[in-house]
């Protein structure tokens, strides 16, 4: 099993439910060692920005943090939203929101709902900028006409970079899995399913090092009776009462709320036998117009299921 090394705040956020001020508090508890709040920002600037800004000008560094205080999100946030603006200044808009796409791409799930009106006003009036005159950026006179006053950029159409700034923030995922051990996984996301949240809360600490791609144990036939002390698979079980005598759709149901569907699949196919293709369709959110599909659905259910070890409770 992978593991990536880092996730983003903003998919932690979203996987756990977590409200801004247990955003802080995680962020909080994690550092320094396990949070890096400046990852995303360097890769764009290194990737997209520094090598197509204008050669005549200085080029704006990415802040730096010095991890022996504490790290304040807020006084960061606002310095990286000076540091975009600078970058604006000197950039060209389509390389601008290429590297701003980058960074929300790797933060969230679904970026076209981050910001989009704030987004789009900025980049418009940047490109007018950019196509019309540069030098009228900086003309901001008391006399100036109207259409060269549109084309000032308050430092109130940057806040938008302030208030993702927490979410891109990105944090050692083990590390984060295992604080947030009390907190059940509200969605899955890229990087945080519950396959891996559980495997990650069954392993101890030496079983699987932070920030190194993880393998999870071999393999191997799943078992009703106990398992032996040398099987490392985390082991779950599942009560008869949940199962037992049901019927497929009744299965689901009780189950959905406790219990990956990789794990529900095992239990219809295995103790409920009913056929892969049934159980596609109890479980698949997509509708698919061959068997096949729904078969190929289940037995990637499957797969993951056999990372475990279920037994009948």
């Excluded at 603006?85 to 389509?94: A, G």
């Excluded at 993702?164 to 990105?170: A, D, K, N, W």
Aim: one cysteine or more; charged letters at 25%; hydrophobic letters at 40%.
């Amino acid at each position: 099993m992978y593991i990536q090394p880092k996730i983003s705040m903003g998919r932690v956020r979203q996987a756990y439910a977590l409200t801004r001020n247990e955003v802080e508090n995680v962020i909080k508890a994690l550092w320094p060692d396990n949070v890096f709040p400046l990852e995303l920002w360097r890769k764009a600037h290194e990737k997209f920005w520094r090598a197509f800004t204008n050669c005549n000008v200085e080029i704006p560094a990415v802040p730096e943090l010095d991890t022996a205080k504490f790290f304040h999100t807020h006084v960061c946030s606002v310095d990286i939203m000076l540091f975009f603006k600078k970058m604006s200044e000197i950039t060209k808009v389509n390389v601008l929101q290429e590297g701003l796409r980058y960074i929300l791409e790797e933060t969230y799930e679904e970026i076209d709902t981050i910001f989009p009106e704030e987004r789009e006003f900025l980049f418009s009036i940047l490109l007018k900028v950019e196509k019309i005159d540069p030098d009228v950026y900086y003309e901001y006179s008391d006399d100036a006409s109207y259409e060269d006053k549109i084309l000032a950029i308050p430092i109130s159409s940057y806040h938008f970079i302030s208030d993702i700034f927490s979410s891109t923030v990105l944090v050692d995922t083990i590390a984060v899995i295992r604080h947030l051990h009390s907190y059940p996984l509200r969605q899955e996301v890229k990087g945080l399913t519950q396959r891996i949240v559980d495997f990650v809360l069954n392993s101890s600490p030496l079983e699987i090092p932070p920030t190194q791609e993880t393998t999870a144990p071999p393999v191997e036939p799943a078992a009703e009776e106990q398992p032996q002390p040398q099987d490392q698979k985390p082991i779950i079980r599942v009560p008869a009462s949940l199962w037992e005598g049901r019927p497929g759709a009744a299965v689901r149901d009780a189950m959905k709320t406790d219990y990956h569907f990789s794990i529900i699949a095992y239990v219809l196919f295995n103790w409920c036998r009913i056929s892969k293709t049934q159980v596609g369709h109890l479980l698949s959110e997509k509708e698919y117009k061959e068997g096949k599909s729904y078969r190929n659905f289940v037995d990637n259910l499957l797969e993951e299921a056999a990372l475990y070890t279920i037994l009948k409770a």
